[in-house]
């Protein structure tokens, strides 16, 4: 059974940071690439960072060089460090996991229940 469980959100004042963990089991975690995602209510989830199956990383333009997205395939982790937090980054994030070759097409086969971050200004 495939299990993503998203921990490290919380509350916070604008210019802080946070560390997001997302755990994962039931699958061949190196394999595949990684994710996060945020959304807040009324509006569609949108893609944060990703991960490849080779360390490639890729950012939202709204986050470049303020958060650093990483992964441990020895513990099954995938991680955000999140710095110099906004108000606009508050949302519920979500860890996500699909397979390489058509994640691009067809999205993420995984996906965890979402831990909350909130920016205070």
């Known amino acids: 059974q495939v299990q993503l469980v998203e921990s490290g959100g919380g509350s916070v004042q604008a210019g802080g940071s946070l560390r997001l963990s997302c755990a994962a089991s039931?699958?061949?975690?190196?394999?595949?690439?990684m994710g996060w995602f945020r959304q807040t209510p009324g509006n569609e989830r949108e893609g944060v960072a990703g991960?490849?199956?080779?360390?490639?990383?890729s950012y939202a333009d709204s986050v470049k060089g303020r958060f650093t997205i990483s992964r441990d395939n020895a513990k099954n982790t995938l991680y955000l460090q999140m710095n110099s937090l906004k108000p606009e980054d508050t949302a519920m994030y979500y860890c996500a996991a699909g397979r390489c070759e058509v994640v691009a097409e067809i999205g993420p086969d995984y996906w965890g229940q979402g831990t909350q971050v909130t920016v205070s200004s």
């Open positions: 039931g699958y061949t975690y190196s394999r595949y690439c």
């Open positions: 991960i490849d199956s080779d360390g490639s990383t």
